[in-house]
């Protein structure tokens, strides 16, 4: 057949490009899948993934796909007031507020086929005072100045109510007023990211606090200044109820636990199936998956946050973007930023990173918790390395976890260089050489790099040594789970450790500055073995003693049953 024919045969339509995303979501019947597979590659060549954009009408005017979320838009303009959104970082939170902006401007013309567009025929430009605090690292006084003043200027120029001698708080009051008064409409105040400059000096209490107390007056206004507003829209990392610049701001309404607002920013399962189905095809071709294994391939590295007890299945946008538009699984989350503070809040508080996830904690601490708590938990959540995974509404606790293995093994391979240092070992460790121990049987092959390893860890802190052992083993038996599987609960009790390869089981037991004997001792009066007996595989039996003065293995014994 000539290949313009069969082209023709198989095309025998033009797909526009205001129709992608709504032909890319639809259950399209073909008697031949081949068909549709074509069909819906040629669909994903024409959409174009927004990685990085943040700004609502370049989207729009550009032809990127957008998700809609104009109907939660609508719920919160027909209530007026002042809300407060906490979500992690490239979790969509700047493009909601550049949407929202766009439409207290009037720009109807961005709305079209999106559902604010039918929803309401109140298009009213108003005022839009927007500071987004993102786009600066704040590492003194001075940088918070410049970047509140830059914003000032611009707008007193757009106003014509220059205060250059003024307080930046007395500033921002003028241009308040000013505005509602040139204008003859109340003022919409926008602020992306309120916590920024705290954000960056949390080691740092003398800046912080100097910091905080500018902010504390300049975000004043939304109360004192009231009579001129006609709706503010506040996001950020961390949550403000318990962070004293809002201690006075008693008027903001805090969204961020809110049922109806839980898929306000990321991407939910139905948006996945309603956007994407042509960008899971194309990827499924280039993976050699079936869209169902895509899917939950999708689903198990980028999906599992929820924002409240009641909450759909959220995907982290940036990750699922990067994706489609890149065609290739990877690891995104990590490439935008690094959790040190978070790694150093948790040395300082000595915490087990075993003990992190899954861990249970009473909802009014993590609702009300703010930036400075001496908790990690709820910071690791507000930065969504944790989420909600269930609700005990008799009690009243969540259950968080990690919210998928993007999160989950990124989080731990960040963490190597905190507390592993390989001994005699050039450049970065490789978990292979441990794997394939493992998976071809060689204990000792397998205890001596595991000695090499741990002979490594920096025990910073006098009395830590433990903490720190138990952490580093943590962090390199959940990297090894990414390639046979682990667990370590029994009935019981919990186990150091269990791998489980196609050939073979592996039931470790260490002890601190102790014999192995004890070890081994503790696996049989536990019977950790039990649960593995009918396996069909070799169960080997392990109990190590590692001595922290040395840093070297007292010794090992090693039981195999068959």
């Known amino acids: 057949m000539h290949p313009q024919k069969e082209s023709q045969s198989l095309f025998p339509f033009t797909i526009k490009r205001e129709n992608i995303s709504h032909l890319a979501g639809a259950m399209i019947p073909h008697t031949n899948y081949f068909y549709y597979l074509r069909i819906m590659n040629t669909i994903a060549d024409e959409i174009k993934y927004p990685v990085g954009l943040q700004s609502f009408p370049d989207i729009r005017e550009r032809g990127f796909l957008y998700i809609d979320k104009t109907q939660y838009i609508y719920n919160l303009i027909k209530q007026k007031g002042y809300y407060f959104l906490s979500r992690p970082r490239r979790f969509g939170k700047s493009l909601l507020i550049s949407t929202i902006e766009a439409y207290y401007t009037g720009r109807r013309d961005l709305f079209k086929g999106l559902a604010l567009d039918s929803l309401t025929e109140n298009w009213t430009e108003h005022p839009v005072l927007h500071l987004d605090l993102n786009s600066r690292e704040y590492y003194d006084r001075g940088a918070l100045e410049a970047e509140l003043n830059a914003h000032l200027e611009r707008?007193?120029?757009?106003?014509?109510?220059?205060?250059?001698?003024?307080?930046?708080?007395?500033?921002?009051?003028?241009?308040?007023?000013?505005?509602?008064?040139?204008?003859?409409?109340?003022?919409?105040?926008?602020?992306?990211?309120?916590?920024?400059?705290?954000?960056?000096?949390?080691?740092?209490?003398?800046?912080?606090?100097?910091?905080?107390?500018?902010?504390?007056?300049?975000?004043?206004?939304?109360?004192?200044?009231?009579?001129?507003?006609?709706?503010?829209?506040?996001?950020?990392?961390?949550?403000?109820?318990?962070?004293?610049i809002f201690s006075d701001l008693n008027n903001l309404r805090d969204i961020s636990f809110e049922e109806q607002y839980a898929g306000i920013c990321g991407i939910t399962s139905e948006e996945l199936d309603s956007y994407f189905s042509a960008g899971i095809s194309?990827?499924?071709e280039k993976e050699g998956m079936t869209p169902q294994e895509t899917r939950e391939t999708l689903r198990l590295n980028y999906?599992?946050?929820?924002?409240?007890?009641?909450?759909?299945?959220?995907?982290?946008?940036?990750?699922?973007?990067?994706?489609?538009?890149?065609?290739?699984?990877?690891?995104?989350?990590?490439?935008?930023?690094?959790?040190s503070h978070l790694v150093q809040l948790i040395k300082r508080e000595k915490w087990l990173l075993r003990d992190l996830a899954p861990i249970e904690i009473e909802a009014n601490i993590l609702e009300s918790a703010g930036l400075m708590s001496p908790d990690p938990i709820p910071t690791l959540y507000q930065t969504g390395y944790l989420t909600i995974k269930d609700f005990d509404r008799v009690f009243r606790t969540y259950t968080l976890d990690y919210p998928n293995r993007e999160v989950?093994?990124?989080?731990?391979?960040?963490?190597?260089?905190?507390?592993?240092?390989?001994?005699?070992?050039?450049?970065?460790?490789?978990?292979?050489?441990?794997?394939?121990?493992?998976?071809?049987?060689?204990v000792d092959g397998f205890m001596r790099l595991l000695e090499s390893m741990l002979a490594g860890v920096p025990y910073s802190e006098k009395g830590?040594?433990?903490?720190?052992?138990?952490?580093?083993?943590?962090?390199?038996?959940?990297?090894?789970?990414?390639?046979?599987?682990?667990e370590d609960r029994t009935s019981d009790g919990r186990i150091d450790l269990t791998v489980e390869t196609p050939l073979y089981i592996y039931i470790f037991e260490f002890k601190i500055d102790s014999i192995p004997e004890e070890a081994m001792k503790q696996i049989h009066e536990k019977k950790y073995w039990l649960k593995h007996i009918h396996s069909g595989k070799e169960i080997i039996l392990i109990g190590a003693a590692f001595n922290t003065s040395t840093r070297r293995l007292n010794g090992y014994l090693v039981e195999k049953l068959s």
């Open 303 to 339: 999906d599992g946050y929820h924002f409240a007890d009641i909450s759909p299945d959220i995907y982290n946008p940036f990750s699922l973007m990067n994706v489609f538009a890149k065609l290739r699984l990877g690891s995104y989350r990590f490439e935008w930023g690094t959790p």
């Open 408 to 442: 989950r093994d990124g989080f731990i391979s960040f963490l190597v260089p905190y507390y592993i240092k390989p001994s005699g070992q050039p450049g970065q460790f490789s978990i292979k050489h441990f794997v394939t121990a493992l998976t071809s049987g060689d």
């Open 155 to 244: 707008w007193e120029m757009i106003y014509e109510c220059p205060k250059p001698d003024r307080r930046p708080e007395e500033r921002f009051a003028n241009v308040i007023r000013k505005a509602c008064e040139k204008t003859g409409k109340k003022v919409v105040i926008l602020i992306d990211e309120y916590d920024k400059p705290l954000l960056n000096t949390v080691n740092d209490d003398e800046l912080s606090d100097s910091l905080r107390s500018m902010l504390k007056a300049f975000y004043g206004n939304l109360k004192s200044m009231d009579r001129y507003i006609e709706f503010g829209f506040l996001t950020g990392v961390a949550r403000f109820s318990k962070v004293s």
């Open 282 to 284: 194309k990827l499924s």
């Open 464 to 486: 830590s040594a433990e903490a720190h052992f138990q952490n580093a083993s943590y962090i390199l038996f959940t990297l090894m789970g990414q390639y046979v599987r682990i």
